[in-house]
C-alpha cells in the first residue's frame, strides 16, 4: 500500500551502514516512522528531501507495518536556517518537543502549522529568536493540552496579576499568596500578560503579530520555557545546546 504525505522530518536515527530511520511529522497521519534505504549513499536521490528539518512530499510504501520512503520531491528546506547555526540549532529544538508530544497515526494539523511556521519566521521572516522561541512554547503547551488560566487572578480575580505559577498554569497577584504553597511563581508584566494571552488565542497565522521591548520579550521567553519544560516534566538536549550557542 502506497501513502502519500505532506511531511516535515524531526529526526534521523542511523539504521545500518547504508539506511536511515526518518520520523516525519503529517498533517494527516500525525508522527511516522520511515526507513530511506540507501540514503547514506553518495548518489542517494533522497539525500536533500531527507535531510532533518526538511518539508517534503513524500511516497511511503508500507508492508507488514512498516513504511519505506518510495518517492520524495521537495517542498521547502529553510536554508536561511540552515546557514546560521544559533537558529539552525533552535529549529532542533522546535522539531524534538514537537516529536514528544505528537502520537503515530494520530492527525494533529496544528502542531505540524506551528512548527513549520516558526522554522518559516527564523529562515525567511527573520524574526527575532527570543520572539519565535516564546511563542514556540507557550502554542505547542497548549497544543499538547497544557492551556493556562490567563483570564486573572486566581485568588481575587483582578485581570492584571502580577505572578504566573508555572506548575499550576495559573496567575496570581502577589497578594493572594496561599503562605502553604510551594509552587514556584515567576513575574510577569501587563505587557508580557498581554502577549501570553495573544499567542494562546490567536489566529495560528498571526502568532508573530505582537510587540515587546527587549527586556518584556526575554521575560516572556524565561516563562515559556519554564512552564513548557515544567509541564511535560523534562529537558531537552536540543533547548540546552542552543543556550551554550547563547553564553
Known amino acids: 500500500m502506497y501513502l502519500k504525505i505532506q511531511g516535515l522530518v524531526l529526526r534521523r536515527t542511523e539504521y545500518n551502514d547504508h539506511d536511515v530511520l526518518l520520523t516525519i511529522l503529517s498533517k494527516e497521519h500525525g508522527k511516522l516512522t520511515a526507513k ?17 528539518l526538511a518539508f517534503a512530499e513524500f511516497t511511503l510504501f508500507e508492508y507488514r507495518g512498516m513504511y519505506t520512503v518510495n518517492e520524495a ?7 536561511g536556517l540552515r546557514n546560521d547555526l544559533c537558529k539552525l540549532s533552535l529549529g532542533t529544538y522546535f522539531a524534538q518537543a514537537a516529536e514528544v508530544i505528537s502520537q503515530e497515526d494520530l492527525p494533529n494539523p496544528d502542531l505540524q502549522s506551528l512548527v513549520l511556521n516558526c ?3 527564523l529562515s525567511k521572516l527573520n524574526e527575532p529568536e527570543v520572539k519565535v522561541k516564546a511563542a514556540f512554547e507557550l502554542r505547542l503547551a497548549c497544543i ?6 490567563l483570564t486573572g487572578c486566581a485568588g481575587c480575580g483582578s485581570e492584571w496579576p502580577d505572578r504566573f ?7 496570581e497577584c502577589a497578594a493572594c499568596r496561599n503562605p502553604g504553597s510551594d509552587g514556584i511563581r515567576m ?11 495573544y499567542i494562546c488565542f490567536c489566529g495560528s497565522r498571526k502568532i508573530f503579530a505582537f510587540r515587546l521591548p527587549e527586556d518584556a520579550m526575554h521575560q516572556l521567553a524565561d516563562v515559556t520555557e519554564s512552564y513548557l519544560t515544567t509541564q511535560l516534566e523534562r529537558g531537552f538536549s536540543t533547548l540546552d545546546f542552543y543556550k551554550s550557542l547563547l553564553i
Not at 165 to 171: H, Q, T
Open 144 to 149: 499538547a493540552g497544557f492551556q493556562p488560566e
Open 119 to 121: 522554522l518559516y519566521a
Open 187 to 197: 513575574p510577569v508584566s501587563p505587557a508580557v500578560l498581554q502577549a501570553m494571552r
Open 36 to 52: 530511506a534505504r540507501g540514503l547514506k549513499r553518495k548518489n542517494s536521490p533522497l539525500t536533500a528531501q531527507c535531510q532533518l
Open 73 to 79: 520531491a521537495t517542498i521547502e528546506l529553510f536554508h
Open 165 to 171: 505559577d508555572i506548575k499550576a498554569g495559573m496567575l
